[in-house]
């Protein structure tokens, strides 16, 4: 009997991600408080068994064996690829590795609903999932014909392709006997082997199924506020209604709210749904958290803080006359007294984001701040919408943030009159009258 192999691709730095991946592999971002990796894994299972289990990584490899074991995965088999020499160098890692079998291979950096695995699971192998993506240029168009393969054109001017276009969505199906389409690749432009270049290579001698997934039912994390589109696709369509930590009898919950284990949710807060908080949070007293919200393990929200249709990772503090709305704020972060983000530009139009030195327009009228791992933000600070803070930056107390700012950066809006030392600071009491 042929061996079933699932393999996850987790290789990619998610450059555009930043500065979300700075402190953490792309495969790792977290769905409802579950990284990538351990998702795709568990909804996988779930549909069916596989003989063998492959993760494909090259970045932050402790960091992914960790996750793995944290999530039940331990005994899971985890290659390095070597570097980043794209999508195809690993499938063609992995297949070398496991031998003769039908391989399941997912991108770890894609959101899926869980209807789509049912899907991935019914596609005969040669055959890839298709999805009619919101800018099919920014992907492998496929060239679809009676339900089959004919042609794939990687990333095409938008002039070229109809909004109307299906595009490879980053899974497929092969068997160990097509090993040769990907070992026979050349280099593309960007100096990587690329599956999509195997895919035209195997079309072109085979029929190669084609299985949409609908629109709603998957989303690309390519760049960081979609990370927190995926987790409002999640809300809406897996949240839990459980309370299963304390919530003071002078607290409101209204909708679908999920609170983990050991959470505390303090006197007269507010909790409006659909909104996920996770095992040991502490949120309240007074506090608001609006739609949409996502609050990770041991967080904390206090006093007098909104939060509102943003992301707070792991060990995170708004503590105190805190507004975060639309953002995600990274992990062990801490927002001082009276900082907040702003999430709406006076013009109204939709916000633009700095991704790999070049301006991109989110789509998104209303998107805040994305503030990395461990960064210190001060008392009073404001940041504008769409701004970058790099992971283990500090912000100084009541500046206004217009710019991103790099990793471990010391932003200073004070000039010479604070340095680095508060100490060097020649303070004069004022003259009384």
């Known amino acids: 009997?042929?061996?079933?192999f699932l393999v996850l691709l987790a290789a990619g730095r998610g450059e555009r991600v930043r500065p979300l991946t700075e402190t953490r592999p792309k495969s790792l971002l977290p769905?409802?408080?579950?990284?990538l990796l351990c998702r795709h894994l568990r909804l996988s299972l779930s549909r069916g068994s596989y003989d063998e289990i492959i993760v494909v990584a090259s970045y932050m490899l402790d960091s992914i064996r960790d996750a793995l074991l944290k999530c039940g995965f331990g005994d899971v088999r985890v290659i390095d690829q070597g570097g980043e020499f794209g999508t195809g160098h690993a499938i063609l890692k992995a297949m070398d590795y496991g031998g003769p079998g039908t391989y399941t291979i997912i991108y770890s950096d894609i959101y899926m609903a869980p209807e789509s695995y049912d899907i991935l699971?019914?596609?005969?192998?040669?055959?890839?999932?298709?999805?009619?993506?919101?800018?099919?240029?920014?992907?492998?168009?496929?060239?679809v014909g009676d339900g089959k393969v004919m042609r794939?054109?990687?990333?095409?001017?938008?002039?070229?392709?109809?909004?109307?276009?299906?595009?490879?969505?980053?899974?497929?199906?092969?068997?160990?006997?097509?090993l040769e389409d990907f070992k026979g690749l050349k280099p593309s432009p960007r100096g990587e082997i690329e599956a999509t270049d195997a895919?035209?290579?195997?079309?072109?001698?085979?029929?190669?199924?084609?299985?949409?997934?609908?629109?709603?039912?998957?989303?690309?994390?390519?760049?960081?506020?979609?990370?927190?589109?995926?987790?409002?696709?999640?809300l809406d369509r897996e949240l839990e209604d459980t309370v299963r930590g304390v919530v003071s009898e002078s607290s409101t919950l209204e909708g679908r709210v999920y609170?983990?284990?050991?959470?505390?949710?303090?006197?007269?807060?507010?909790?409006?749904?659909?909104?996920?908080?996770?095992?040991?949070?502490?949120?309240?007293?007074?506090?608001?958290?609006?739609?949409?919200?996502?609050?990770?393990?041991?967080?904390?929200?206090?006093?007098?803080?909104?939060?509102?249709?943003?992301i707070l990772m792991e060990n995170s503090k708004a503590p105190h006359l805190n507004?975060?709305?639309?953002?995600?704020?990274g992990e062990h972060v801490n927002l001082g007294a009276g900082t907040i983000t702003a999430n709406l530009r006076f013009d109204e139009a939709t916000v633009k984001v700095t991704v790999k030195g070049v301006r991109v327009d989110s789509g998104l009228r209303k998107l805040g701040a994305i503030i990395g791992g461990y960064a210190k933000i001060g008392i009073n600070v404001s940041i504008l919408p769409g701004v970058k803070i790099g992971?283990?930056?500090?912000?100084?107390?009541?500046?206004?943030?217009?710019?991103?700012?790099?990793?471990?950066?010391?932003?200073?809006?004070?000039g010479n009159l604070w340095s680095l030392n508060p100490r060097n600071v020649e303070y004069r009491p004022a003259k009384h009258i």
């Open 121 to 143: 699971k019914s596609l005969e192998p040669p055959g890839v999932i298709a999805v009619n993506a919101e800018r099919p240029w920014e992907y492998g168009v496929l060239e």
């Open 323 to 329: 507004y975060v709305g639309d953002s995600i704020v």
């Open 391 to 414: 992971s283990r930056a500090w912000i100084w107390p009541g500046c206004l943030v217009y710019r991103d700012v790099e990793p471990g950066e010391k932003f200073n809006c004070w």
């Open 199 to 234: 895919l035209n290579s195997l079309s072109s001698r085979v029929d190669v199924n084609v299985v949409e997934v609908p629109r709603g039912l998957w989303l690309d994390i390519g760049r960081p506020w979609e990370l927190l589109l995926a987790n409002r696709i999640a």
């Open 1 to 4: 009997m042929s061996s079933r």
């Open 259 to 310: 609170i983990g284990e050991g959470a505390i949710v303090k006197a007269y807060t507010v909790i409006e749904g659909p909104t996920y908080i996770g095992p040991g949070v502490s949120v309240g007293p007074h506090a608001h958290i609006r739609p949409y919200t996502v609050i990770l393990d041991n967080s904390h929200v206090g006093a007098f803080t909104q939060i509102k249709s943003s």
């Open 31 to 35: 769905i409802l408080g579950e990284p």
């Open 152 to 178: 794939v054109v990687e990333k095409p001017r938008p002039e070229e392709v109809s909004r109307e276009a299906l595009v490879f969505a980053g899974a497929l199906k092969l068997k160990w006997d097509f």
